[in-house]
Nanobody
């Protein structure tokens, strides 16, 4: 069983930065593609970014690709999401998820999920 735990959320001002972490346990992270999803208040969960296990290639939501960076830290079994130039519309619960086979925007494809970390961007 794969277990994912997110951390790093909190309150940030517009224009500020946050670094989210997702620690994976129970199975080697190298076996999985890891994605970040966001659920804004009153909205459906959406895929933000994904990083592959074989070559560390990445996908991003178009609107975030210039502000967010996803990275794998294999020695620590961790994936991070560096979020810069934060906007109020970035507010939401951020989840990391793991899939054995694909990076995809379809949340139903992901087999394992963390509990989420709250990000609030407000002045």
């Amino acid at each position: 069983q794969v277990h994912l735990v997110e951390s790093g959320g909190g309150l940030a001002q517009p224009g500020g930065s946050l670094r989210l972490s997702c620690v994976i346990s129970g199975s080697p992270m190298k076996n999985y593609q890891i994605a970040w999803f966001r659920q804004a208040p009153g909205k459906e969960r959406e895929a933000i970014s994904c990083i592959r296990n074989n070559d560390a290639s990445t996908d991003y939501l178009d609107s975030e690709k210039d502000r967010f960076t996803i990275s794998r830290h294999n020695a620590e079994n961790m994936v991070t999401l560096q979020m810069n130039r934060l906007k109020p519309e970035d507010t939401g619960v951020y989840f990391c998820a793991a899939d054995r086979w694909y990076c995809t925007e379809l949340e139903d494809e992901f087999d394992f999920w963390g509990q989420g970390t709250q990000v609030t961007v407000s002045s």
